[in-house]
């Protein structure tokens, strides 16, 4: 049986950044519509043109993405026409394949909201609709607030839905704005539209209001719907939106939806679905939700106890899926067999091969389990894992030593009578029998100590000239006052490559000390520098 193609709609971009607490640069916009682009997504709505700077400066120009990028705004307001209305201008302007347009679908918001007439409305859902197919942009309509609509009065809401699909709209899409409906409520409704308007050209909107957007989503595909709209770890405001990372491997892996469905998403990209969940989530510099379906850290982890050995033996007995199908991995014992094989194949990768019955493996894998636990991030840190092992293999040359440092903070009113902070750092170095002392003012303390030790490391100074901090990023592990700070540093070079290094303590600039050193020496062990 032919199986039928299902869209998926990512608006991570536009109503994921109404989350609170989230505020995308243009570079994170573009970043996260790459992850997104390679992930399979169909569309990829990445915000509202002319609303802000940053929107407007994304749909400046064309970028290249297999999605289509998607461009959201409002319909004509009422009383003017499509051609007069500055923002629907703006929007049928934005370089954008479709343009996602919002529109009101609830007699009652049409009354008091826009205080218009239904009819206005509707002549407003038409003449935009037909201004944007002018464009030759492919058209959406999200009918705000449908559910709720479709209760107060369904013939006005449909009437929304098939005035915009009748001038050629290629999706109407049903809101479930305030998140409030419930499953069955959606299916009855999801029902009664797609006897109107054919399925494959009627989307669904949740949100998560009542922990259901997930399965409403699911509801209306059962009902006919055949676009999901959705974001990446459910971002969204409130209580976020339906969550693609659960929906793709849903409908990738369970047979009731595989076995009728085909969606954009490859079994290759499914397989990296946990590495774009956890991107954004570094992104936002927020701590990855362990008990994620399909992508948590605790997804697919079993204690001790009788089943463990069982598992081992046959996963299929204990997973409702096989965790690799989604990037994840199975996590047992201390002595589980998957730690193990995780470790030999991060060996293997970074050119570190070593027996497989070497017993420096358990110990190494050892030593990951005890640092993670006191807080270090190795999956995170890649630059840091490899030294690791290489120290455990005896494989990192000694090449200088830190005697001290002091790192000094002080507030003083300058020559100008305001008010200023400076920072000072003071390094002192052994390298080989040359004590070297290097003094830096930085922007802040830890940037005063990255410039004083990258000052003067003596005869290794040539291999760090193109040393770049790219990025420095701190996590409170465990909230009061005996709090753990993790510090991440991303690390480039003169080559392009990049890497990530991390330092774990109670004290930030200790933290911080441990990260800058292991990037310095991992640079040095990149390069050749010989000790
Ligand atoms: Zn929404």
Not at 102 to 128: C, G
Not at 221 to 237: F, M, P, Y
Not at 263 to 271: H, Q, T
Not at 415 to 422: D, L, N, P
Request: hydrophobic share 40%; charged share 25%.
């Amino acid at each position: 049986m032919a199986r039928e193609r299902l869209y998926l709609f990512d608006t991570t971009l536009r109503d994921g950044a109404q989350t609170n607490g989230v505020d995308f640069t243009l570079a994170d916009k573009l970043a996260i519509a790459r992850l997104l682009d390679e992930l399979g997504i169909d569309y990829v709505e990445a915000g509202y043109p002319g609303a802000n700077p940053i929107d407007t400066a994304l749909f400046a120009e064309r970028r290249p993405l297999h999605a289509k990028l998607t461009a959201f705004g409002m319909t004509r307001r009422p009383g003017r026409s499509a051609s007069n209305d500055p923002g629907l201008v703006a929007l049928l302007d934005a370089q954008a394949d479709a343009v996602c347009l919002v529109a009101k679908s609830w007699d009652y918001h049409v009354r008091v909201a826009l205080e218009t007439t239904e009819e206005e409305n509707l002549a407003s859902i038409r003449d935009s609709v037909r201004a944007a197919k002018a464009k030759g942009r492919e058209v959406l309509l999200d009918c705000e607030h449908f559910f709720d609509g479709y209760k107060a009065n369904p013939g006005y809401a449909i009437a929304c839905a098939k005035a915009a699909h009748a001038d050629g709209a290629r999706w109407v899409v049903l809101c479930d704005t305030n998140g409030g409906t419930l499953p069955h409520e959606v299916e009855r409704i999801v029902g009664a539209v797609c006897a109107q308007i054919p399925g494959d050209h009627v989307g669904i909107h949740a949100h998560n209001d009542t922990e259901q957007a997930v399965a409403n989503s699911f509801a209306a595909v059962r009902a006919g719907a055949r676009q999901i709209q959705g974001t990446l770890n459910g971002l969204g405001e409130r209580c976020g939106n339906a969550n693609l990372v659960s929906i793709i491997p849903t409908l990738k892996l369970k047979r009731d939806y595989a076995d009728k469905f085909d969606i954009g998403v490859s079994d290759e990209a499914l397989a990296r679905l946990a590495r774009v969940s956890h991107a954004l989530d570094e992104l936002l510099n927020r701590a990855a939700n362990r008990h994620a379906p399909y992508v948590g850290e605790s997804a697919f982890a079993t204690k001790a106890g009788i089943h463990a050995s069982a598992i081992v033996k046959e996963p299929a007995t204990y997973e409702h899926v096989a965790p690799e199908r989604v990037g994840n991995k199975r996590k047992l014992l201390v002595s589980d067999q998957s730690g193990r094989s995780n470790v030999l194949a991060e060996l293997e990768r970074i050119g570190l091969a070593i027996d497989k019955d070497d017993p420096r493996v358990i110990r190494l894998l050892d030593e990951v389990k005890e640092r993670e636990a006191a807080g270090y991030a190795y999956e995170a840190a890649d630059a840091s894992f490899e030294l690791l092992a290489r120290r455990l293999l005896g494989k990192v040359p000694h090449y200088f030593d830190v005697e001290k440092f002091d790192v000094n903070v002080e507030q003083r009113i300058n020559a100008r009578g305001e008010r200023v902070t400076v920072s000072q750092a003071v390094v002192k170095i052994k390298v080989g029998k040359e004590e070297l002392i290097s003094v830096a003012e930085g922007i802040g303390p830890v940037n005063a100590l990255d410039l004083a030790l990258r000052k003067d490391l003596g005869e290794y100074q040539k291999y760090i000239e193109g040393l770049e901090l790219t990025d420095y990023r701190v996590r409170i592990l465990n909230g009061g006052t005996g709090a753990v700070t993790r510090v991440l540093i991303e690390s480039a070079d003169e080559t392009g490559d990049h890497w990530t290094t991390v330092g774990v303590s109670a004290n930030i600039i200790d933290a911080s000390f441990q990260a800058l050193m292991d990037s310095i020496v991992y640079k040095l062990v990149k390069s050749g520098a010989k000790a």
